[in-house]
């Protein structure tokens, strides 16, 4: 018993200390900080002090970094955002943390927090925070996977960026917009569930990962340029019905050898803008598309789009270069049934497959004027 009260004395007596760099206007019982300090003691306390106007940190031996307090941390290098401080109190421990609690209470992570934590391999985040600021977890090589709480509605531009350990991530079900970059360059990330509160996905969003199929939601209206470029493990892209515009080379990837299969649900007119892209130095620039037709084998693409909307596509300049690219999956169903030889009469007729026929065989199903129609066989 009196060594357990020796550890509360030192505890509390040491409360004015770490305190001490925390706003005038913070409040804190001192029975709290024994409680809480006492809970969460990681080791001996190597470093601390303020990284908010109510929000503090302790480095333990072990090198983990604990946040605490009430409200928003501090936003740091970060000329874009109000409250900017110069460089983190922790910056010259960077290499060498290996794990962050950020405890309740706390309501942002700030920006640039925690750039370039090259060792942090665990990051604890509470359900109190509402926003992750850019850059927060950048460079951070080592950290294998992490967890966003359902409280988060905002994450940074680039506040993953190039975490190239990172296979395991979930965004949560309050973020409406995946700013620029957010996961670019997580090269080890071949899988993520994009919620469908999301109505944007920005540009370079998911740049150099190595996902292998990516469902994109209804909700979702733009995807911004190369937000999925260079994904070159992509095999299958569902866009949602909502989607009226993808950003130029969105989807551009190194096709050679590889197959790769668009489902396109919207059923109003989705629009392909062009864009200037140049691998580095010693290559020329050029232009391209969302699907980088300039760079593929157009043997290697399918794109499915509504059969209600298989004509428009085919005679829409912006799809001009995927016409021999574009076949049919159908969203109504059957639309009719008839005969072979009325039906080809029709304009235009497709297998399955999106391949002109010139003759229907009975009983097969085929494409007429952009429609699925049975052939029924006759005598």
């Known amino acids: 018993m009196k060594k357990s009260l020796e550890i509360l004395t030192v505890l ?15 409040t804190f019982e001192s029975s709290d900080v024994a ?24 480095l333990y031996d072990d090198y983990t970094l604990r946040i605490f307090g009430k409200g928003a941390m501090y936003n740091y290098n970060d000329i874009d955002t109000p409250e900017m401080y110069s460089d983190t109190p922790w910056s010259s421990w960077d290499s060498k943390i290996k794990s962050v609690v950020i405890e309740d209470g706390v309501t942002r992570i700030g920006a640039y927090t925690f750039y370039m934590f090259t060792s942090l391999t665990e990051v604890s985040i509470p359900n109190t925070v509402t926003s992750i600021g ?4 950048s460079h951070c090589t080592a950290l294998k996977k992490i967890h966003i ?19 395991e991530v979930n965004i949560s079900d309050g973020i409406e917009t995946i700013y620029e970059g957010v996961f670019s360059d997580c090269s080890s990330l ?17 740049c ?26 992509l095999k299958y892209v569902k866009i949602g019905k909502g989607v009226t515009v993808i950003g130029a080379y969105a989807f551009f990837n190194d096709y050679t050898n590889r197959k790769i299969e668009i489902e396109i649900a919207a059923e109003t007119h989705v629009t392909l803008l062009e864009g200037t892209i140049c691998y580095d130095d010693h290559h020329e620039p050029f232009t391209s598309d969302a699907f980088g037709f300039s760079n593929s084998n157009p043997e290697d693409i399918t794109i499915r789009v509504p059969d209600t909307m298989f004509n428009d596509y085919r005679n829409s300049e912006d799809w001009s270069n995927y ?16 005969n072979g030889q009325s039906a080809m009469k029709a304009d235009a007729v497709y297998d399955l497959q999106g391949r002109r026929v010139t003759e229907m065989q009975p009983n097969r199903i085929y494409i007429v004027n952009g429609k699925k129609v049975v052939n029924k066989f006759r005598d």
């Open 208 to 233: 150099g990962c190595s996902l292998t199929e990516i469902i994109i939601p209804d909700g979702v209206t733009s995807i911004g340029e190369a937000a999925f470029g260079y994904c070159d493990n």
């Open 190 to 206: 071949a899988h993520i569930d994009i919620p469908n509160s999301v109505t944007s996905i920005g540009r370079y969003a998911f």
């Open 12 to 26: 509390l007596c040491a409360t004015p200390m770490i305190y001490a760099q925390a706003d005038e206007n913070a």
């Open 35 to 58: 409680m809480t300090l006492n809970g969460a003691a990681k080791g001996k306390v190597i470093d601390s002090g303020s990284c908010g106007r109510n929000v503090n940190y302790e």
């Open 149 to 167: 709480p359902d409280s988060v509605t905002s994450i940074g531009a680039y506040a993953f960026w190039y975490c190239g350990s990172l296979a």
């Open 134 to 137: 850019r850059e927060a977890f």
């Open 323 to 338: 016409k021999d690219q574009l076949y049919v999956y159908s969203s109504t169903g059957i639309s009719s049934v008839g």
